[in-house]
C-alpha cells in the first residue's frame, strides 16, 4: 500500500481488495468509494472515478471493521491496567470499529453518570465506538436492581454483573422482564458459586496433576440451563458470555430450538486453548472461565460454525504485569486479546479448514452486532464507513512488548500467527496501520 498515512482525504477509493461481506469473502478483486465518512460505492472491478485519491489495497481482504461484544476497559479505578484511550487503541489495531464494554470497573458502572463518562471518553479518544453495558445490580452486589431505565435513557446498550455470576434467580427472572421492556439483552456470566469454589482453572487431568483447585464444567452449565429457562418463561434476550463447555452448546441449542431468545459468543482461546497449556503454571492461561479440554475446544467451534453460537468476543481483560506474575492460584484471572482475535481465528478454524474467511468475519461484525442490536459491522452503500485491511497470508509472532494496549498477559506470547491486520478506518478516517508499511 502507498499512501501518506498522515494525510487521509475526504474522498477517496480503495481499489485492488478482496471484499468481506454478508458471510462471503468475493474471489474477484473490488473497490470501496469513500466520500466524507460513508460508503458511497462499492463493488467488483475496477471504478472509474476521475481525480479521486486511490489508496490500492495490494489484494488484501476489506472486510467491516470487527465488532467485540466483550471488552474490560478498567477505567474507572483500575487504569493502570487499561483506559479508554488505551483500550480502543488496542482495538484499533485488532481491527475492531466497535466494542461493548462490560462494567465491573471501581466504581461499578451502575447509574447514568457513569455510563455517560464512558460515553465522553471514548468520543475524546475517537479511534473506535464504545458501546457500554451497564450492572443488573447496585454495585454488582448482586441484590438489588439498577436503574434499567436511566441507564438505558443515558446510553447502555445491554446489562450484565459479568465478573460475577447472578446468583440469585428472581433477581435475574426481573432484569430479563425489565430489559425486554427496553428492547435490550440480559448477558450472563454463566457460573454458580456454590459450584466453581475457589477453584483457578478447568476440573480434570491437569488440576489434579497439578495440585490446583478445579472449576467443573457443571458450575457453567448449570448456570445457562436456568437462565435459559428464565428467558423462556419471561421473553427477555439472554446473551450468554464466553461459552466454554459441550455441555453449555448443547443446553444453547436446545433453546434456540424451542424458540427462547437466546444468544452466545465464544473467545478465540476458548476455540484454541486447552487446559494443559496451564501446566507450567504460567498466570497467562488463567482465565474464567477456564481452558477446558478437547472436546470442549471441538463442541464450541462446531457450535460456532452451526450458528448456535453467534459470534466471537475477546472477553479483553487486561492486568499489569506484576499480578500476572504471581503465584498461579493468586494471580487474577483475564487475558488480553482484542490484537490477537482476528489472526488466532483465522490460524486455529481457516487455516485448519473449519470455517470459511468470509462465515469467519461474519461471526465477529454483524453477527456480533445483531447480539446486541448495535447498528455497525456491515459494509454496504449509505454506511459508515468502519472497514479493516486484512493480509491473510502474513505470519508473526506474537511480541507483548510490541502491543497497543496498556497490558502484556497474553496467552499467545511467542507464538506464530498467521494473518495480520494492515488498517483500520472508523467513518472513513484511518485509526490504526501497520507501522511496518512506512
Not at 476497559?73 to 488496542?90: D, L, M, N, S, Y
Not at 468470509?358 to 459494509?379: D, F, I, K, N, S
Request: glycine share 12%; net charge negative.
Amino acid at each position: 500500500m502507498d499512501w501518506n498515512w498522515n494525510r487521509i482525504p475526504a474522498e477517496y477509493l480503495v481499489t485492488n481488495v478482496k471484499l468481506a461481506r454478508g458471510g462471503k469473502l468475493s474471489k474477484r478483486k473490488g473497490f470501496l468509494h469513500i466520500q466524507k465518512g460513508r460508503v458511497q460505492a462499492l463493488g467488483v472491478g475496477e471504478p472509474s472515478r476521475e481525480g479521486v485519491p486511490v489508496l490500492d489495497g495490494g489484494g488484501l481482504v476489506c472486510a467491516p471493521g470487527l465488532v467485540d461484544v466483550h471488552v474490560h476497559f478498567r477505567e474507572p479505578g483500575q487504569e493502570e491496567k487499561e483506559t479508554i484511550a488505551t483500550g480502543v487503541r488496542a482495538a484499533a489495531a485488532g481491527g475492531f470499529t466497535s466494542v461493548v464494554t462490560m462494567p465491573n470497573t471501581v466504581p461499578p458502572i451502575d447509574s447514568a453518570p457513569m455510563v455517560r463518562y464512558l460515553l465522553d471518553r471514548a468520543d475524546e479518544a475517537a479511534l473506535c465506538r464504545v458501546f457500554p453495558t451497564a450492572a443488573i445490580s447496585k454495585g454488582l452486589g448482586g441484590e438489588t436492581l439498577t436503574e434499567f431505565g436511566d441507564l438505558v435513557r443515558a446510553g447502555a446498550v445491554g446489562f450484565t454483573d459479568d465478573g460475577k455470576p447472578v446468583m440469585h434467580g428472581k433477581l435475574m427472572q426481573f432484569a430479563l422482564q425489565y430489559a425486554k421492556q427496553l428492547g435490550v439483552p440480559v448477558t450472563c456470566h454463566a457460573e454458580d458459586c456454590t459450584l466453581s469454589g475457589s477453584g483457578v482453572m478447568h476440573a480434570g487431568y491437569w488440576s489434579t496433576k497439578l495440585g490446583l483447585s478445579g472449576i467443573p464444567r457443571l458450575a457453567e452449565d448449570s448456570m445457562i440451563f436456568r437462565d435459559v429457562e428464565l428467558a423462556k418463561a419471561t421473553g427477555g434476550h439472554l446473551h450468554v458470555a464466553h461459552v466454554s463447555t459441550k455441555g453449555a452448546v448443547e443446553i444453547i441449542r436446545r433453546g434456540k430450538e424451542d424458540g427462547v431468545n437466546v444468544t452466545g459468543e465464544v473467545t478465540p482461546h476458548h476455540l484454541s486453548l486447552d487446559h494443559s497449556s496451564c501446566r507450567d503454571f504460567s498466570p497467562h492461561f488463567k482465565m474464567n472461565p477456564p481452558l477446558r479440554e478437547e472436546e470442549d475446544i471441538e463442541a464450541v467451534t462446531q457450535g460456532l460454525i452451526d450458528g448456535v453460537l453467534d459470534c466471537v468476543a475477546t472477553d479483553h481483560a487486561p492486568h499489569t504485569g506484576m499480578e500476572k506474575e504471581l503465584m498461579f492460584d493468586q494471580a487474577p484471572f483475564g487475558v488480553v486479546g482484542l490484537e490477537t482475535a482476528l489472526a488466532v481465528c483465522h490460524t486455529y478454524l481457516v487455516l485448519e479448514g473449519k470455517m470459511d474467511l468470509g462465515v469467519l468475519v461474519g461471526r465477529m461484525t454483524e453477527q456480533a452486532a445483531a447480539c446486541y442490536g448495535l447498528p455497525v459491522g456491515t459494509l454496504e452503500e449509505g454506511a459508515e464507513a468502519d472497514f479493516m485491511l486484512f493480509d491473510p497470508d502474513e505470519r508473526w509472532v506474537v511480541d507483548p512488548a510490541k502491543l497497543a494496549g496498556r497490558s502484556r498477559n497474553t496467552p499467545y506470547a511467542g507464538k506464530e500467527l498467521t494473518g495480520r491486520v494492515k488498517a483500520t478506518f472508523l467513518k472513513g478516517r484511518l485509526t490504526w496501520h501497520d507501522a511496518a508499511e512506512d
